[in-house]
């Protein structure tokens, strides 16, 4: 059984930096997990922001985040990371992470990220 637990939500200024994590309790080092993190702001539908493979190679970024946010993955320590630079204040929204294995997923509880003007 896999369990996800973000951490590293908070209130940042425009332009300012969070980096989040997840942390990934039951994650096997030897399945290829798609791992993404997700967004959903008040009012909105839940949106991919990011993700990439445990093993393999590839990362995706939705169109809003190029070139300002980062994923990134430790393996050793079952963690998985999304560096966000520049922020503005539309990335406000919870934040979460999401395990996907052949068709079933795991997600966290989700993070506040919020970006005063």
């Known amino acids: 059984q896999v369990q996800l637990a973000e951490s590293g939500g908070g209130l940042v200024q425009t332009g300012g930096s969070l980096r989040l994590s997840c942390a990934g309790f039951?994650?096997?080092?030897?399945?290829?997990?798609?791992l993404k993190w997700f967004r959903q702001a008040p009012g909105k539908e839940r949106e991919l922001v990011a993700s990439?493979?445990?093993?393999?190679?590839?990362?995706f970024y939705a169109d809003p985040v190029k070139g300002r946010f980062t994923i990134s993955r430790d393996r050793p320590r079952k963690e998985f990371y999304l560096q966000m630079d520049n922020l503005k204040p539309e990335d406000t929204a919870v934040y979460y992470c999401?395990?996907?294995?052949?068709?079933?997923?795991?997600w966290g509880r989700g993070t506040q990220v919020t970006v005063s003007s």
């Open positions: 990439m493979a445990w093993i393999s190679a590839g990362i």
């Open positions: 039951g994650l096997s080092r030897s399945n290829d997990y798609a």
């Open positions: 999401n395990v996907d294995f052949l068709g079933r997923e795991y």
